[in-house]
């Protein structure tokens, strides 16, 4: 089953006056006057869905020369640890943050898994750099750049790079901070499952 991240749960962890700078920016976009059609969900999800909203814990913005506390808020805003995080029931597993391993199935075929994000140095990113950290990000933030074309024998992310490449450099140098903090944990991850394989 395709699991996707509950972003709004960190977008209520944000500061109150960022949340207002996001509905400000959503409403410059230009309308759509096209009908969406009425969402049908299926049991047990029609029962479920009343029970996963919560209310906001808004949090103040860190001033940015805390780089680690920013960090963090900043890798919050971003969602990393959704994704990086192995899910049990599209719930994280508590004591597995940043260990990457979570799973996606591909358009294509197969399943991609998220890579471990601790500061391991053999199985996590313990041997980045700075340099190399921004680097991987700002790589994407070309308007020419395009993906190379995939097929069921390989693979492609879901790992939204084109998007966070429009981060400032102070804002990834930030999170990059912060990850420092992450505990280094040994977890080997593969990247790519075939659906065979699965089976």
Same mark, same amino acid.
């Given at each position: #089953?395709? !699991? $996707?991240?509950?972003?709004?749960? $960190?977008?209520?962890? #944000? %500061?109150?006056?960022? @949340? $207002?700078?996001?509905?400000?920016?959503?409403?410059?976009?230009?309308? %759509? *006057?096209? &009908?969406?059609? &009425?969402? @049908?969900s299926n049991f047990p999800m029609n029962f479920i869905i009343h029970l996963i909203p919560q209310k906001p814990n808004f949090t103040t913005k860190p %001033? &940015? !020369?805390d780089i680690v506390k920013y960090g963090a808020y900043v890798a919050n805003q971003a969602g990393c640890v959704e994704c990086h995080t *192995? %899910?049990? /029931?599209g719930q994280i597993i508590p004591g597995k943050e940043w260990q990457?391993?979570?799973e996606f199935m591909l358009?294509?075929?197969? $399943?991609?898994?998220?890579?471990?994000?601790?500061?391991?140095? &053999?199985?996590?990113?313990g041997k980045w750099t700075e340099e190399q950290f921004v680097r991987k990000f700002k790589s994407y933030a070309d308007s020419n750049y395009k993906p190379a074309p995939v097929d069921k024998n390989t693979y492609n992310t879901f790992m939204p790079w084109s998007y966070y490449a429009g981060m400032k450099e102070t804002d990834l140098k930030a999170i990059y901070a912060y990850l420092k903090t992450? /505990? *280094? @944990?040994?977890? !080997? @991850?593969?990247?790519?499952?075939?659906?065979?394989?699965? /089976?």
């Open positions: #089953m395709q !699991k $996707y991240s509950e972003q709004y749960t $960190y977008i209520g962890k #944000m %500061d109150r006056e960022d @949340v $207002y700078s996001i509905i400000a920016y959503i409403r410059t976009l230009k309308a %759509d *006057p096209s &009908e969406p059609k &009425e969402s @049908v %001033d &940015e !020369k *192995p %899910d049990e /029931k990457g391993n979570r358009p294509t075929g197969g $399943y991609i898994h998220t890579s471990n994000i601790t500061q391991d140095v &053999e199985t996590g990113i992450i /505990k *280094p @944990v040994s977890n !080997k @991850v593969d990247k790519f499952t075939l659906a065979s394989i699965k /089976k």
